[in-house]
Nanobody, 119 residues
């Protein structure tokens, strides 16, 4: 079955850029009907959808994060990435990549990776 694995730095300083990678196994990111998303869980807060990329490479972003967020992909490696610029302590969270199937919803998550922003 499909598996997702996040990777990237665990600690950042304010103003730096967060770069995370999601590697997808046993499933293709160019398969039709699927969307690939980034979602985060700040401590003491609810889950926040950040953005998505579909099988064609089209992207969509949360309005509150659009100015700082970029999602891209490498189809040859079956990977997609998250770039979040100008981070602050408010960006401290567990970051997840996940798959969404239209008509079903979110069906697979990565294990998540803790990102802490502190000076």
């Amino acid at each position: 079955q499909v598996q997702l694995q996040e990777s990237g730095p665990g600690l950042l300083k304010p103003s730096q850029t967060l770069s995370l990678l999601c590697t997808v196994s046993s499933g293709s990111i160019i398969s039709n009907y699927y969307y690939w998303i980034w979602i985060r869980h700040p401590p003491g807060k609810g889950l926040e959808w950040m953005g998505a990329i579909n099988y064609r490479g089209s992207t969509a972003y949360s309005p509150s994060l659009k100015s700082r967020t970029s999602i891209s992909r490498d189809t040859s490696k079956n990977q997609f990435t998250l770039q979040l610029t100008s981070v602050s302590p408010e960006d401290t969270a567990v970051y997840y990549c996940a798959r969404v199937l239209e008509g079903t919803g979110l069906d697979h998550w990565g294990q998540g990776t803790q990102v802490t922003v502190s000076s």
